[in-house]
């Protein structure tokens, strides 16, 4: 199970074995919320609908969810939120709040992924996802599974 908590900026993994890790994350700048073009992170039960980027090198980029090469710092637009490294794809499980329509997580593209700002890990930055540091999502990546349970709370 994987717990977010967005006023701490942490997120908690509990491992089969039943021992707990914990790893700073940047969510929304604009806050929570589950309305679609809100960037803001959306709330509530979750699970883990697809994992990416499997075997693929720390800092691999994607665009729609398909890697286009290896970030280069040289060439980084401060206007993008780069999604890097892998990609844990949530899906709501709350219908009306989460789930289907104007608030459905999946379809708004909400990831726990890799970042290239990891100096602002800690405080709310991103369009929307949880973000981590490229080494932790590597790490989280290889323990979890899809169905996976996540919940997100304020």
Not at 93 to 115: L, Q
């Amino acid at each position: 199970m994987i717990q977010i908590c967005v006023s701490e900026q942490m997120l908690y993994h509990r491992r089969r074995t039943g021992v707990w890790y914990s790893y700073p994350v940047s969510t929304a700048a604009n806050g929570t919320g589950n309305r679609k073009n809100s960037l803001q992170t959306p709330l509530g039960r979750h699970r883990i609908e697809a994992k990416i980027g499997a075997g693929m090198p720390p800092l691999t980029a994607f665009r729609a969810r398909k890697a286009c090469g290896i970030f280069d710092p040289c060439r980084d637009d401060p206007k993008l939120d780069w999604i890097l490294s892998r990609i844990i794809r949530l899906g709501g499980c709350e219908t009306g709040r989460n789930r289907r329509g104007a608030v459905d997580t999946f379809s708004r593209y909400i990831y726990i992924h890799g970042t290239h700002d990891e100096e602002r890990l800690g405080t709310p930055a991103s369009h929307g996802c949880i973000r981590m540091a490229n080494d932790d999502i590597i790490e989280l990546f290889e323990h979890v599974a899809l169905k996976e349970a996540v919940i997100i709370r304020a």
